[in-house]
């Protein structure tokens, strides 16, 4: 069993940042071995991964967001980070962290407007 637990979402204006953090526990995760994600659900799309981690600390991108999101781990804290900054409002969407490309977190959702 895994439980993921997103925090940090929130409404913020076009060129603000938010920090978002996904706490993992239970008995069927090895944090420091996992694979970390995170994936976002825009209104009407498709969920599209945006970055991820791997074990070894190998970092992926989605192309809109490079230069502009990072994603970090804390394996002492079982916690995987998505700092976001010069939010756009088009990354707005419901922000969901994934472990080892199988377990969900509830999502949090993130808001970019004025």
């Known amino acids: 069993q895994v439980q993921l637990v997103e925090s940090g979402g929130g409404l913020v204006q076009p060129g603000g940042s938010l920090r978002l953090s996904c706490a993992a526990s239970?008995?069927?995760?090895?944090?420091?071995?996992?694979?970390m994600g995170w994936y976002r659900q825009a209104p009407g799309k498709e969920r599209e991964l945006v970055a991820s981690i791997t074990a070894g600390g190998r970092m992926w991108y989605l192309d809109s967001v490079k230069g502009r999101f990072t994603i970090s781990r804390d394996n002492a804290r079982n916690t995987v980070y998505l700092q976001m900054n010069s939010l756009k409002p088009e990354d707005t969407a419901v922000y969901s962290c994934?472990?080892?490309?199988?377990?969900w977190g509830q999502g949090t959702q993130g808001t970019v407007s004025s």
């Open positions: 994934n472990a080892q490309y199988r377990d």
């Open positions: 239970g008995s069927g995760i090895i944090f420091s071995s996992s694979v």
